[in-house]
C-alpha cells in the first residue's frame, strides 16, 4: 500500500468517532496480530474462530500506529497513536481497499464462474505479464477479505489487475466487484456449485451475473463462455461490450481442430476480428482448459497483446496446484485433481480419464461432493451413471455421499467386484497398491474437505511429501 492522506483514509473508513493523536498519513496496515509491524494501521476483524478485538492491546504495545475497533471498549493509546471506531471492522476495511484501488490507474479484470476461475485468473495474469505489469489474486484468496488485501498489494507500476471472484450466497459477487471496480469481467461457466447455500442454478445464475452487471455500470468489456448456454445468455441482458469465446465458428476467440493427448491439448486459434489463425499446444490435460486458454487469450489480446507472443506463451502456461497434476511413479500415472468438486467438474474430470489413450486401466477416485443441499444424493447418483458411461475400470469412493456413486455405477452394469466403497481415507492407498499396475492412470477428485490429495503422499518422494504436508 502507498502512502495516503490521513484524513482520506479517515473518510474512506466511515469513522464514526475518533481518539488519539493526528498524524499525516499512512502506508501500511493488518488485519493480523501476529505480523503487526511498527507504523501499521490494525482492523480488528472478528473471524469464525477469533476476535481481533481480543489483541488490540497486544498490538499496540507492538507499535501500531493505530487501531480500527467496532465494539464499546477501552483502548490503550499512548500519545503518538489513534483510534477509529466504525460501525463494522471487515467492512472498514473492504472501504479502505475500495478507495485505495479508487487512487490507481489500473485495467482491473474481475473472473467469476462454477468452475475454472482459478485456473483462468492464473492464464490471464501469465499471458498479461508478456507485455504489461500484472498484479493478480494469490491462490484462491477470492473472497470478502482476499480481494482487499489483493486490491491493497496495488503499486503505481501496476497495470493490470487480474481479480478472481467466489461467493457461496447473492450478493456477494456484487460487494466484490463494487470494492474491485473492474472494467474487464470473465464469466468462465454456471453449473451446480453452492447450491446448499444458493438453492438454485437460477440462483447460481444470478449470482454470477452480479459482475456481469458491474462492468456494465463501468462501461467496461466482458468476455463469456458462448460453450455454456447460461453463461452466453447473459450477452443479451447486458449493454457491455461482448466478446466470445468457444467452439463455434461464430465466436469472436475459437478453438477448432482440438486434439487431446496424453499430456496435452492441440488446438486452433482463430480471432475472427483480425483473420488471424494459429497452432496452439496447451501443455496440460483437459478440453475444458481450452476455453481457459480462449478466454486468457482474449482478455491479454483486448489489452494489447501481440496475438504471435500470446500464442507462444500459451505453451509455456502453468496450471494451479492440484488441477489435474501429474505423478507417475512406478508406470503408474497419477493425476491429481482434488482441490474440488461439484457435479459439473466431476463430469469434466471423467471426461478427461475417457480421453485419454492409454495402455492400461482407468482408475476413479472421488470423494464426496459436498455444499449441494437437497440435489445431493441425486448428483450423486448421477456421477455414478457417468462413470459407467465413461468407461472407468475401476472406481473407488471415499465418504458416505458417495456410497450412492458407487451404487448407482453397479446397477448401471459396473462390475461390483472393479468397485470398491471407502470411508476411511487410509484405505485407498492399499487398494491402488493392489488394483494399479504399470500402465494404468489413476484419476483423484473430491470436495476440498475430503483432501485426497494426501492419498499420493504414498508415492511421492519424501522431498515432495513435505512440501505437500507443510
Given at each position: 500500500m502507498q502512502s495516503c492522506p490521513f484524513k482520506e483514509i479517515r473518510d474512506a473508513l466511515k469513522v464514526e468517532s475518533f481518539q488519539g493523536s493526528l498524524i499525516d498519513s499512512l502506508n501500511s496496515y493488518s488485519i493480523d496480530s501476529r505480523t503487526i509491524q511498527k507504523g501499521d494501521l490494525y482492523f480488528a476483524i472478528k473471524g469464525d474462530r477469533f476476535d481481533g478485538h481480543d489483541y488490540i492491546a497486544e498490538v499496540l504495545k507492538k507499535g501500531a500506529a493505530g487501531v480500527v475497533y467496532s465494539i464499546d471498549m477501552a483502548i490503550p493509546l499512548s500519545e503518538e497513536q489513534f483510534a477509529f471506531k466504525v460501525s463494522d471492522t471487515c467492512e472498514a476495511f473492504q472501504n479502505l481497499s475500495h478507495y485505495y484501488r479508487g487512487k490507481q490507474s489500473v485495467d482491473v479484470v474481475g473472473i467469476t464462474g462454477s468452475n475454472g476461475k482459478t485456473t483462468t485468473k492464473e492464464w490471464v495474469s501469465q499471458l498479461c505479464a508478456i507485455s504489461l505489469k500484472t498484479h493478480k489474486t494469490e491462490g484462491t484468496k477470492n473472497n470478502h477479505i482476499g480481494v482487499p488485501l489483493t486490491l491493497l498489494e496495488l503499486t503505481s507500476d501496476h497495470q493490470v489487475a487480474v481479480i478472481e471472484m467466489g461467493m457461496s450466497g447473492l450478493g456477494e459477487i456484487d460487494r466484490l466487484a463494487e470494492i474491485a471496480q473492474p472494467n474487464f469481467g470473465i464469466v468462465t461457466s454456471i453449473g451446480s456449485s453452492h447450491l446448499e447455500q444458493l438453492g438454485s442454478v437460477e440462483n447460481v445464475y444470478k449470482a454470477k451475473k452480479e459482475l456481469v452487471d458491474r462492468v456494465a455500470q463501468n462501461q467496461g468489456t466482458l468476455f463469456l463462455n458462448g460453450d455454456d448456454p447460461l453463461v452466453i445468455k447473459m450477452k443479451d441482458e447486458t449493454e457491455a461490450k461482448v466478446f466470445t469465446f468457444g467452439t463455434d465458428p461464430s465466436f469472436d476467440y475459437v478453438a477448432r481442430n482440438i486434439s487431446v493427448l496424453k499430456d496435452s491439448v492441440l488446438f486452433e486459434l482463430v480471432v475472427k476480428e483480425e483473420g488471424f489463425v494459429a497452432s496452439v499446444a496447451l501443455p496440460h490435460?483437459?478440453?475444458?482448459?481450452?476455453?481457459?486458454?480462449?478466454?486468457?487469450?482474449?482478455?491479454?489480446?483486448?489489452?494489447?497483446?501481440?496475438?504471435?507472443?500470446?500464442?507462444?506463451?500459451?505453451?509455456?502456461?502453468?496450471?494451479?496446484?492440484?488441477?489435474?497434476?501429474?505423478?507417475?511413479?512406478?508406470?503408474?500415472?497419477?493425476?491429481?485433481?482434488?482441490?474440488?468438486?461439484?457435479?459439473?467438474?466431476?463430469?469434466?474430470?471423467?471426461?478427461?480419464?475417457e480421453e485419454m489413450e492409454i495402455e492400461g486401466k482407468k482408475i476413479f477416485v472421488c470423494g464426496d461432493m459436498l455444499e449441494l443441499g437437497m440435489v445431493s444424493e441425486l448428483a450423486h447418483q448421477q456421477l455414478g451413471e457417468k462413470v459407467y458411461d465413461s468407461k472407468v475400470d475401476v472406481l473407488v469412493t471415499y465418504g458416505h455421499l458417495s456410497q450412492a456413486t458407487a451404487q448407482r455405477a453397479i446397477e448401471s452394469g459396473m462390475n461390483e467386484a472393479d468397485v470398491f466403497v471407502c470411508y476411511e481415507k487410509k484405505a485407498i492407498p492399499d487398494i491402488l497398491k493392489d488394483v494399479a499396475t504399470p500402465g494404468d492412470v489413476v484419476l483423484l477428485k473430491g470436495s476440498r474437505r475430503n483432501q485426497l490429495e494426501k492419498v499420493l503422499d504414498e508415492w511421492r518422494s519424501d522431498e515432495q511429501k513435505e512440501v505437500v504436508n507443510s
Open positions: 490435460l483437459g478440453r475444458h482448459n481450452v476455453l481457459n486458454c480462449l478466454s486468457a487469450v482474449a482478455v491479454a489480446h483486448q489489452l494489447g497483446g501481440a496475438l504471435d507472443l500470446l500464442v507462444a506463451g500459451c505453451s509455456k502456461l502453468v496450471a494451479p496446484s492440484m488441477r489435474l497434476e501429474q505423478l507417475e511413479k512406478d508406470g503408474v500415472l497419477f493425476i491429481n485433481d482434488a482441490y474440488n468438486a461439484n457435479p459439473t467438474s466431476m463430469e469434466v474430470a471423467l471426461d478427461v480419464l
